[in-house]
């Protein structure tokens, strides 16, 4: 089946510097993906949709020039957390629907980030 | 807007026994209805989803899941639980009259057999 590659697993680093999370789709486009956050025992929350070559959209509270987006090609999309703080601390999640595809979502494993 | 109840932290079930994690939903459309798998810290690995047709939908690793669109339910169930089976299931619907793609998740129920 598709698979979602997402690096890094896990993170630690200082507040106030940035993280760079990688989704990819290994087999398949993807024209959309979308990231999610995950708090402990919590449901995913849906940050952003992110779309090959044009601007992500953003959902409501999640600010934009702190989760950066970048959706640059039909398998790669990336999540920076800029100035990252402590209570920016979550499990993200990113996912991608095949490009025409049937409507199902694959998902990466996830990224834990710890920041200091 | 659209959203999904879970309505069960967790759900105990000795091995061998049936289950069933129950999941409710609210959209103004067409419902498009998926069931996922977590285990710990992984990603979500797809079991099913309903988007037309038959109302009893099967699965992966022998799940399924019954469609009632009257009590607005998409149930999830296993006729016998295995220990594996424990993990974290998540339901999760989208409005498919509309091109959001995005799909909206319920809190999770935490499924936990005993051997």
């Known amino acids: 089946g598709a698979v979602v590659s997402q690096h890094p697993s896990r993170v630690i680093c200082k507040s106030g510097t940035s993280v760079k999370i990688e989704c990819r789709s290994l087999?398949?486009?993807?024209?959309?993906m979308f990231w999610y956050r995950q708090f402990p025992k919590k449901s995913l929350m849906l940050m952003a949709t992110?779309?090959?070559?044009?601007?992500?959209?953003?959902e409501q509270g999640v600010e934009k020039d702190k989760f950066l987006i970048n959706h640059a090609s039909l398998t790669l999309s990336t999540l920076t957390v800029t100035s990252a703080h402590p209570e920016d601390s979550s499990f993200y999640i990113c996912?991608?629907?095949?490009?025409?595809?049937?409507?199902?979502?694959?998902f990466g494993s996830g990224t834990q980030l710890s920041v200091l | 807007a659209q959203s999904v109840a879970q309505p069960e932290d967790q759900v105990n079930v000795a091995e061998g026994n049936p289950l069933t994690v129950k999941c409710t939903y609210s959209?103004?459309?067409?419902?498009?209805l998926f069931w996922y798998v977590q285990y710990p810290n992984r990603g979500l690995q797809f079991l099913l989803k309903?988007?037309?047709?038959?109302?009893l939908v099967k699965g992966s690793y022998g799940f399924e899941a019954e469609f009632n669109k009257s009590q607005t339910s998409f149930h999830l169930k296993k006729p016998s639980a295995l220990v594996s089976d424990s993990a974290l299931y998540f339901c999760?619907?989208?409005?498919?009259?509309?091109?959001?793609?995005?799909?909206?998740f319920g809190s999770g129920t935490r499924l936990q057999v005993q051997p």
């Open positions: 996912s991608a629907r095949e490009t025409g595809g049937a409507e199902k979502l694959f």
């Open positions: 959209v103004s459309g067409n419902p498009y």
């Open positions: 087999d398949f486009q993807a024209t959309t």
């Open positions: 992110s779309n090959e070559g044009s601007k992500a959209t953003y």
């Open positions: 999760a619907v989208r409005d498919g009259s509309t091109g959001r793609r995005a799909l909206t």
């Open positions: 309903y988007i037309t047709g038959d109302n």
